[in-house]
């Protein structure tokens, strides 16, 4: 059921593992050609919604009446927004409504690099667009690794309260989370994994297992219950004595600069479909070898068997109420913040 994991060094980082995951990207497509029926949304991103990509078949088998015209409206609206005037177009009689929205869909594709545009219906029933443009193909997970740092609490409780503070401040899930869904099902499989070892006598996998439930039960309620600190202030006024901490001092005053919050507004091309987006490839985890680590990545590695999960893009919503514009820069921003992420793993296993 589960995929081999291979360990991936990423360039320029020093030599510190980052974990990929696996699947088969698309690319960057011309269009959407799935025939999907409505699904619901249950994602962070995207509560409560209704999706249907556009594709090149009938509309009019998802849509018809005031939901036709109400989708050409949109459409012509965020064509004129991103492309500029139409005006210039010129329709016969028998031209359909359908036949106008996959010509908005053509025309934002070739001069507005719109890749993909996904329908839903908002909670209040209304429709909205979501424009995604392609960045490109990402197959890592970036993990911040809890181990070392709760190995250094009585050597330096300041600075762990300081780097404690800023990690559990990310907006990244984490191996305590265990009110979603994704990680309570780990958590359930590791468990009746421990069991059938006891009764398999699978000694080594079964010390690797107890290695995450023994970090879940020690510490859990500790991270749960601790609470965030103003670690800026108090970074500030720390005076490090060891190169090591001096260093992760330097390092977190960079942090004020970086955008981690650029996690959440990528997307993957089936987020919708598989319910995992791409900050789901955010971390905070044990140990970037534990076997809940390696759980995660696995079940990563099963969804995107079945999903495009490697296929990035930056998005804009466009709805009756207002138009995003598409953000620059993302790719340049995450990167700084997975380079960050690659340095502070690497000092924090030098405590």
């Known amino acids: 059921m589960y995929n081999t994991i291979k360990d991936h060094h990423l360039t320029g980082t020093h030599g510190v593992p980052q974990r990929p995951f696996q699947g088969v990207p698309t690319g960057k497509p011309h269009h959407r050609d799935k025939a999907d029926e409505g699904i619901v949304k249950k994602d962070r991103l995207f509560p409560n919604v209704n999706v249907w990509p556009i594709a090149l078949n009938d509309l009019s088998e998802k849509y018809s009446g005031d939901g036709l015209r109400q989708l050409a409206r949109l459409m012509v609206e965020v064509t004129r927004k991103f492309t500029g005037s139409i005006d210039s177009w010129r329709f016969d009689n028998g031209d359909s409504l359908q036949g106008l929205i996959l010509r908005c869909a053509n025309r934002l594709r070739d001069r507005a690099r719109v890749d993909l545009i996904d329908v839903y219906h908002n909670c209040d029933g209304e429709l909205e667009l979501d424009l995604k443009r392609y960045?490109?193909?990402k197959g890592n997970i970036y993990c911040i690794?809890?181990?070392p740092l709760y190995g250094m609490k009585r050597k330096n409780r300041n600075l762990f309260e300081i780097l404690l503070s800023?990690?559990?401040?990310?907006?990244?899930?984490?191996i305590f989370d265990t009110c979603e869904d994704r990680i309570d099902w780990i958590w359930t499989f590791l468990i009746e994994e421990m069991a059938y070892c006891r009764e398999a006598h699978?000694?080594?996998y079964g010390e690797r297992l107890k290695g995450s439930v023994d970090f879940l039960s020690r510490y859990e309620r500790k991270y749960n219950d601790f609470q965030i600190m103003d670690w800026k202030s108090r970074l500030e006024s720390y005076r490090p004595q060891k190169d090591v901490y001096r260093k992760l001092k330097e390092l977190l005053l960079t942090s004020e600069k970086l955008d981690f919050?650029?996690?959440?507004?990528?997307s993957v091309r089936d987020g919708y479909e598989s319910m995992v987006d791409f900050y789901h490839t955010f971390l905070i985890t044990d140990d970037g070898e534990s076997e809940f680590t390696r759980s995660y990545i696995n079940m990563l590695n099963d969804c995107s068997n079945e999903y495009d999960l490697l296929s990035t893009y930056s998005h804009a919503t466009v709805s009756n109420n207002g138009m995003e514009t598409f953000e620059e820069g993302?790719?340049?921003?995450?990167?700084?913040?997975e380079n960050f992420i690659c340095e502070l793993n690497e000092l924090m296993e030098r405590i």
């Open 135 to 137: 960045i490109g193909n």
């Open 145 to 147: 690794n809890l181990m």
């Open 166 to 174: 800023f990690i559990k401040g990310l907006p990244f899930d984490s």
């Open 202 to 204: 699978n000694e080594d």
């Open 261 to 266: 919050q650029v996690v959440q507004r990528i």
């Open 330 to 337: 993302l790719e340049e921003k995450l990167k700084e913040v």
